[in-house]
């Protein structure tokens, strides 16, 4: 199963660090955090990989082509086979620095094989059970699975009564909140589902699928990031320099 990950966004909330590179590239522990993303599916198999590049893409295709052999693949697509001890297959496809993440999604259909695929995005890390989540898409036999993760705690809850504090919670997860986490397993029928560049694949296509009965949720309750900020970013050094990422897979690093 190819895993194909969206890396062309402008990341634009992380600007401090996006004005100069792509946010895939973003380092987190030395390394971009696109390549601790694609660690993990491969630590669980998954080792096919296609990247959609956008804004900033040339540095994405420059960093694989110089830590791996490039050898002929598909038109269209820059294929690096490798990187660095990585036994990895690469198809590089530059989408369009303006393309909606819908949009990116269906340019890559020609790269996927007509086959069930996963999908994340280039900036966001957890522990999910790939296995697992994996075994309930085919279990449920839907268009698509979104992981569904409960949204990281920012703040912290106050109960009032008129002016009166009655309770204060300090950044309290509720665990009847739950938000996409991307990390899909998907059918080629969503292709049908995205009109064109401009589609948000957040918006119409997820709402058409559930309207129709085929957008599961598989529940994940472990560790889950998303990379948006510069405190999400120092966040995430500060728990790889402690030596136990959750993210990170033994004898995978």
């Known amino acids: 199963m190819k895993v194909a990950i969206l890396a062309g966004g402008k990341g634009t909330r992380l600007s401090e660090e996006t004005t100069i590179r792509p946010k895939p590239m973003v380092e987190i522990g030395g390394e971009p955090i696109l390549h601790h993303i694609m660690r993990y599916y491969a630590a669980h198999g998954f080792s096919e990989f296609v990247i959609a590049t956008g804004y900033l893409g040339e540095q994405i295709v420059d960093h694989f082509c110089s830590r791996g052999e490039v050898v002929d693949g598909p038109a269209g697509a820059v294929r690096v086979v490798g990187c660095d001890d990585e036994a990895w297959i690469i198809d590089l496809v530059d989408t369009g620095t303006e393309t909606n993440t819908g949009g990116r999604i269906k340019r890559l259909a020609p790269y996927l094989s007509d086959a069930t695929f996963?999908?994340?995005?280039?900036?966001?890390?957890a522990d999910v059970d790939l296995a697992a989540l994996t075994a309930f898409h085919r279990q449920h036999g839907g268009h698509a699975t979104v992981t569904a993760v409960h949204p990281p705690a920012r703040f912290g809850r106050l109960s009032l009564d008129q002016e009166r504090v009655t309770a204060f919670a300090e950044k309290t997860v509720d665990p009847d909140e739950w938000i996409n986490g991307a990390f899909f397993v998907l059918e080629p029928a969503v292709f049908g589902y995205i009109e064109g560049d401009s589609t948000l694949w957040e918006g119409a296509p997820l709402e058409e699928l559930s309207r129709d009965g085929q957008l599961l949720a598989y529940r994940h309750e472990g560790f889950w990031q998303c990379m948006?900020?510069?405190?999400?970013?120092?966040?995430?050094?500060?728990?790889?320099?402690r030596g136990d990422a959750p993210w990170l897979v033994k004898g995978n690093h």
């Open 228 to 241: 948006d900020t510069l405190h999400e970013k120092e966040m995430l050094n500060k728990i790889w320099s």
């Open 118 to 125: 996963m999908l994340t995005w280039g900036d966001g890390l």
